[in-house]
């Protein structure tokens, strides 16, 4: 890019829909005869063809998130075509970070899911919206909850099955599933079967999935809240137990965009946890024992967060070169002095630690850590009602004492 930004925008991005130039208000089509470069898929450039009087260029293969070809364009007039609404899950997303808003236009379209809620008749405010396209369908289990509407993009035209046999598989097999196929153009399609019995075929690549969530008494549902139940993770007793997990959520405190370490992370549901608080969390699990690492990518599939990063290796050592975190949290092999205090160390001022110990080693260095550097130190004490003879009493589990602090 020139060292002079230039005085108006240079590229402008156009939404296209599967209705092509027909769709198109005057000030796109104008934008597109005009550009002496037009970007897009080979689909896009397909559907602009009658407009394009300049060089028409398709993105490559595998897909340059750097943008390279339209950066060295800098400053001549260039067109990107896109689907929909550029802005969702679209290419405008990625040319925003490289580009200075004042340099580029946008012209957006409808996007599949405004096309899909408009089709089915439904509030897009009251519908959960995914992006499966490129991406793992385990991203849909958090929004499985009775009579939720949900509008899923796709990769491909074998998604839509491999959604219902998931459905099935969870205890929602009487759910509905709509396959809207080429939305908006002239071989727009509308097909539905119930999960369990789904047997369309020939679909089209192009498709966009409506969902209405029917459950079973057995459907694995995960809750809204922190604390989900021990069993809806695999563990070999390394859990942090519901009761103290939820409050070790309240403390670690989570907000947009943060990322955490779960440093002897064990089953990994802290970090899970941490992750299903809001899609833009991230979370690195670190864990020593090769069994518990596999044991945590399954338990973050089962739980939809298929992006935790798992690291298998023993702190402090693994900590090395690990991003920068805005929380910790210290519930495994932290008697060793070295891990708290690289912990410490590793953390971003203003960043949250938590420390959870059971064992009397720990709870004293948590302690002596307190003394020294302040912050909230608590004692947490469960009990569970359990048969006494032919009676029932309550049986406490282990106490925890938590130290959290908050980095100056």
Known sequence: MSAEAPSRPWLTIVGIGEDGISGLGDEAKQAIAAAEFVFGGSRHLELGRPLIKGEARQWPVPFDAAMSAVMALAGRNVCVLASGDPFFHGVGVTLAR??????????????????????????????????LHGRSIDLIRPLLHPHARIIALTSDGTTPKAVATLLAELGFGSSRITVLEALGGPNECLRSARADAFSLENINPLNVLALEIESTSQARILPLTPGLADDLFEHDGQITKREVRALTLSALAPQRGEL????????????????????????????????????????????????????????????????????????????DPGVLDAAIGALRPGGRLVANAVTLEMEALLIARHAELGGALSRISVARAAPVGSMTGWKPAMPITQWSWEKS
């Open 98 to 131: 490289k580009i200075p808003l004042e340099e580029m236009r946008a012209l957006p379209a409808p996007s599949a899911v405004s096309l899909a809620a408009a089709r089915m008749g439904w509030a897009l405010q009251s519908v959960e919206a995914v992006s």
């Open 260 to 335: 955490l370490w779960d440093i002897g992370a064990g089953s990994g549901s802290v970090a899970i946890e941490w992750m299903l608080a809001h899609t833009s969390l991230r979370a690195i699990a670190i864990e020593v024992e090769a069994t518990r690492v596999a044991r945590i990518g399954r338990n973050a599939a089962a739980a939809g967060v298929p992006g935790l990063t798992v690291i298998h290796g023993a702190a402090p050592a693994a900590l090395a070169d690990l991003e920068t975190p805005d929380a910790i949290f210290l519930g495994g092999g932290g008697s």
